[in-house]
């Protein structure tokens, strides 16, 4: 016998089950499962997968088999049906088909349709007499050639649509519905006329021909372009195939006692357990979607919320209503999920034609996941598994109203979430002076650096030209939780004329615009944003979660506010404080360079000493904010010159308030100058050659924290050193930093215990991990710099091409964003081993921007990790996805 290529269901039977959707389609496996469970799906058959797999392969061929197959599931519907496909004159009874595509995962209007499949001059002729209503018998042959025409023959739908345009001036018609049998058949040669000008063949009267080249058409649909691209941008493989369902229609036009709808089982936009859904009487699916009719609501209750007074379904038809409402309980009930169903009453009998997992907003998601663990349907797991870590995002930041209209200026990286709108600036400065006079301001600038922090923190959000995921503006707006869009290339700034250039429209400063992190979108002028709300629910989802994961949450995080953000999301410590971060206060920034431009060891100190009571109120306040978890403080790490002006007017400045000549300044930045910075003289290099800075810093923590300690705090300080590469550099700076806290503490009289330990942010440091256990007393991943050096690509560059690179299919993913698990995670691997091998129980985190991407957390579960460190507007997702990783599994939907 040969393989089976169709499944039948109908007639309270079916041969596959809602299991097989990898064989079936999403869509014909949920028709199998309705039949099996007694609803009433109008019957049909599906050709699998495997035939479009076979069709692709053999470039238009079917496998042996397939034929017979199709003729005898087509008997077995005629049976159910009680009437012949394509019609009999002797039992005045006609079958007619809809071929639908159903591929494993939706494609929603990706791949063909072909409705009223089987019509031709002899059955509708049938039709007309079976049901006593030409004018409908003819409006279906109409839609059929038109569809048929358009879908199978590539005759464009407007040759149809002309033609019933000029009839309706030639004969004073306005609309569709003004049309009459007559009108319809007059139509009809010229349709079919239309279709044999255009192919050069006549229009096929008989349906199997019909049959066969409607399947055709949507296995062909499958490898059109329109659908190739969706693949790729939704990681579905060209390999899976589309399956066909071949179908009795059933019809919702055949009167007033006629109607088809589409519905959710719960409100899809706020999660509440309450029925809705919109229909129209007397017409068929497309109406309900093409916009032209206004549909209907379904429930009374939905009747009430809306302004239009139409009449609902509920009220016009009670049984009816009372039906679809069961099996909206049965649905749910036997997926437990919410589903988004469609169904047609044809003549007083309601038809369920499709289930599927409803697609729902964030706040919907996670109500529906909640209600439905305390309704017995779900438990708490399943919960956790069914939202999406990412998405929590919607909830965490302020999101433009999608209802709004967009003038789109242009597409950038979506850097960090959120949306606000205000007035452009150019520079840090101005931003700093606009916001000082109460103006709201986006930041637009080529790139960001250190220096433009506090114009970065007035702002409402910032777009860059250049940089990616993890450029400067990306890392330092997220954590801010700002929205950002970096890397916008088709948009040039220039900041000396003060003017942005996007789409042809120049804008000045002080013009309005709206940036969509999310989305990576800015637009012109204001779009209005609404407010995130954090429910009840999000809550009883993240002590769910809290309750399962294994793997720990930190924030990186160095200002007071940043901190507390990320206490109030769930955050169980600091596993990055970035102290660079914190010289670049007016204030502060001028001891900085002082220490920078000082020509010994001596005068860096006395510029050091300035700077050391900033810090020590700095240390304090994180460490009290974060009473009773660890903060792991990073010593400084960037180079030097970055502290340095390089406008005329700030060298002017400088050199003025430090006493010295701008040529000075000048002078020194010169000889600060490398040709790759990001390789050269930063982390734990300033150290050896500068032990005083790391010195200070280190006084400054454990003088606030003695003070802290005599004040009764408990807290848990780690002292953290970058970019070693070998031991002897943690050796010797460990040897300082614990020289100098241990003399602080004594001279302070308060006894308290403290770790030190480094960043693993290099490959060698990745190798040597063992070696470097032998010091260090904790390890932290600095993932984007590990990125950086093991690919040899820069983080602050890279963002240029690495989309062409994903565009071209080089790459599938931006490994700044979601970590390299072949490369950068086999490093994190050995590096783990060994430094555990040599410090049994030695604490490993990972603090690069991957600490907050579900997909590089679940494999920092897998790898062993004890905890991960992220912005504090990702602590949420973080928490939900180390969940999600401690349960295993996919994470399982039927949509
Ligand atoms: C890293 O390199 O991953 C890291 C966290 O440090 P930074 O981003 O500050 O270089
Ligand atoms: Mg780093």
Known sequence: MSQKWTYSFGGGAAEGRSTMRNLLGGKGANLHEMSAIGLSVPPGFTLTTEVCTHFVASKGDYPDGLNDQVNAAIAKLETIMGAPFGGGADEGKVLLLSVRSGARASMPGMMDTVLNLGLNDEAVEILAAETGDGRFAYDSYRRFVQMFGDVVLGVDHYHFEDLLEDYKLDHALTLDTDLTVDDWKALLPKYIGAIEKQTGNPFPQDPRQQLWAAIGAVFHSWTNKRAQTYRMLHDISDEWGTAVNVQAMVFGNMGDDSATGVCFTRNPSTGENMFYGEYLVNAQGEDVVAGIRTPQPLSNSEKERSSLHLPSLEELMPKLYAELDDVRHALERHYSDMQDMEFTIQKGKLWILQTRGGKRTTKAALKIAVDMVSEGLIDSNEAIRRIEPSHLDQLLHPTLDPKAPRDILGQGLPASPGAAFGKLVFTAKAAEEWAERGEAVILARVETSPEDISGMH???????????????????????????????????????????????????????????????QLMRGTVPTVEPEFSGDFGTLMGWADQVRRLGVRANAETPTDAKVARGFGAQGIGLARTEHMFFDPERIIHMREMILASDEQARRVALDKLLPYQRQDFSQLLSIMEGLPVTIRLLDPPLHEFLPDQPADIENVAKALGVSAEDIIRRSKDLHEFNPMLGHRGCRLAITYPEIYEMQTRAIFEAAADLVKSGHTIYPEVMIPLVADREELTRLKALVVKTADAVLAEQGVELSYHVGTMIELPRAALQAGEIAKDAEFFSFGTNDLTQTTYGLSRDDAGRFLQIYREKGVMQFDPFVTIDQAGVGELVKIGTERGRAERPGLKVGICGEHGGDPASIHFCHDTGLDYVSCSPYRVPIARLAAAQAALGGDVKTNA
Do not use: F, Q
């Not at 990616?468 to 990306?474: E, K």
């Not at 900041?495 to 992190?517: C, F, H, I, R, Y």
């Open 458 to 520: 007035v702002s409402k959000g910032i777009i860059t030209t250049r940089g990616g995921m993890t450029s400067h503006a990306a890392v330092v707006a997220r954590g801010m939780g700002k929205p950002c869009i970096s890397g916008m290339g088709d948009i040039t700034v220039n900041v000396k004329d003060k003017t942005l250039t996007a789409m042809g429209v120049v804008l000045k400063e002080g013009d309005l615009v709206t940036v969509d992190g999310s989305a990576g």
